[in-house]
């Protein structure tokens, strides 16, 4: 579960919002309005201020590297820092095996990212976000860079993440995923949060 | 001291003869550096001969607040220097206070051990001793310290979203920023390394030849030079150590959270 009261950051907020587990809340609205800036605030990468709990802990309570491993953010662009892929990957060795749920041979654990493409980085930033196994996803636009069977591929991993009981917080600019993977919608607009579910 | 030749004007005018000679050839290729050799040239006259004429009396005076108040015009002078040479830099005070700080603490500290420990004037102080040797540490710091800062935020900047990576997915910002710091300290100690490595055989240091010209026999030479650059060396990496680390702590958070915010581009402040 997250459960976020009263969060604010720069033009947003207050906000207030709640995720049971195991469910996927699909946040839209249009470009600029602050929907990373939302996601960033909920992982602590910002400043801001307002109360951000799960079922088992409060942010404020715990360290930012303890909190940011249970509430997992994927940004919509990913970061590397060395040249091998496996070199990103806490247990590259479990991990690989899990390379073909996402699209990927398992040999491109031992790829250089140079010669990744957007996607490609995007379906590995993915999973190295799962490897702590975390009880929140925050997820900015993680098919954005992907054709359709790829998309369908990781909005199956997130439905078996789901069933785990992992708490989803989907952002998304395609009306059809936030249909397919989750059950409430929420639009961010002007700052606040609107539910336009259908 | 034996065998001190002293120079006359006439031989610093036939000196700068070669120079002369620079600015015609640049004339005559259309190189348009004429103009900035003959005002460098001219600084460097003025600024010596006034440093010379203000050494003399310095010395002859022998006050320690005098000592003091010129060592102290020469930290805020270089710190100034640190602050110019970054393309981005530390917001407000930190800007300015921590590359002179850092400088400060590492250079004047070991400059003042050497003084009172190893030099050995009477008194500790005394300006002949105490100014040429701050200048030499001070100066070396000074572009050490300038270098890491520089590297570290330009670094960055370029690496923030790898950094904020590593940090969404549980690094402290000591781990996350471990790869931008590595290469700022490389940065900051790489001219002194270069220097030391370099020295006796590529280059014979000024102070060193400057020491041999005016007489001093040359192992009494290197015996003071080697002293110069422990202290250099001593001095830029501790200087480059405090303004470095000072700086990551500054443009991170409790939150382990990345604020570059905190930075701002030279050109804005200039």
């Known amino acids: 579960m997250l459960h976020v009261t009263n969060l604010t950051r720069l033009m947003i907020g207050p906000i207030n919002l709640t995720i049971r587990d195991g469910e996927c809340v699909a946040l839209t609205g249009p470009s600029g309005t602050g929907k990373s800036v939302l996601l960033r605030a909920i992982a602590d990468l910002d400043p801001n201020s307002g109360v951000v709990k799960t079922n088992d802990m409060q942010r404020e309570t715990v360290s930012a590297p303890q909190w940011r491993k249970q509430v997992a953010m994927l940004p919509a662009e990913s970061g590397w820092w060395q040249e091998n892929v496996a070199a990103h990957f806490q247990t590259p060795d479990i991990t690989r095996h899990h390379l073909p749920e996402v699209g990927l041979p398992i040999e491109a654990m031992g790829w250089e990212v140079a010669r990744l493409s957007t996607g490609e980085k995007h379906r590995l930033a993915l999973l190295r976000c799962l490897e702590a196994n975390p009880q929140v996803l925050l997820l900015d636009e993680p098919t954005a860079a992907l054709d359709q069977d790829t998309t369908l591929l990781i909005e199956a991993l997130l439905k078996r993440q789901l069933a785990s009981g992992t708490s989803i917080l989907l952002v998304t600019h395609d009306t059809a995923q936030a249909k397919r993977m989750a059950l409430r919608i929420l639009h961010l607009e002007a700052g606040s949060l609107t539910e336009v579910t259908p | ?270």
């Not at chain 2, 050995?120 to 890491?148: I, K």
């Not at chain 2, 060193?208 to 990496?237: C, H, N, R, W």
Request: aromatic share 8%.
């Open chain 2, 1 to 270: 001291m034996s065998g001190y030749i002293s120079l006359t004007y006439f031989d610093l005018l036939l000196a700068s003869i070669f120079l002369i000679l620079n600015g015609t050839l640049s004339l005559w290729l259309h190189l348009g550096l004429e103009r900035k050799l003959a005002v460098a040239a001219a600084r460097m006259v003025v600024q010596l001969i006034l440093v010379g004429l203000l050494l003399k009396s310095l010395f002859s005076i022998l006050s320690p607040w005098l000592t003091l108040l010129v060592a102290a015009f020469m930290v805020l002078f270089a710190g100034r220097e640190i602050w110019a040479r970054q393309d981005y830099r530390l917001r407000g005070v930190w800007g300015y206070g921590l590359g002179t700080g850092a400088m400060a603490f590492a250079g004047a500290g070991i400059t003042l051990i050497a003084l009172s420990s190893m030099i050995g004037a009477d008194p500790w102080w005394t300006p002949r001793f105490a100014l040429p040797l701050l200048g030499m540490v001070l100066g070396n710091t000074m572009t050490g310290v300038s270098l890491a800062l520089d590297a570290l935020h330009s670094n960055l900047r370029r690496e923030r979203v790898a950094i904020e990576a590593q940090l969404l997915l549980g690094a402290d910002r000591w781990v996350a920023l471990r790869p931008c710091l590595r290469r700022a300290l490389r940065a900051g100690f790489m001219p002194i390394i270069n220097a030391m490595a370099a020295t006796g055989v590529v280059s014979l240091p000024g102070m060193m030849t400057g020491q041999i010209l005016s007489g001093v026999d040359p192992t009494e030479a290197v015996k003071y030079q080697l002293l110069v650059m422990f202290l250099i060396g001593g001095s830029t990496g501790l200087g480059v150590l405090l303004a470095a680390f000072g700086s990551v702590w500054r443009l991170t958070d409790e939150r382990h959270r990345l604020r570059l915010e905190r930075l701002t581009k030279a050109k804005d402040n200039a």
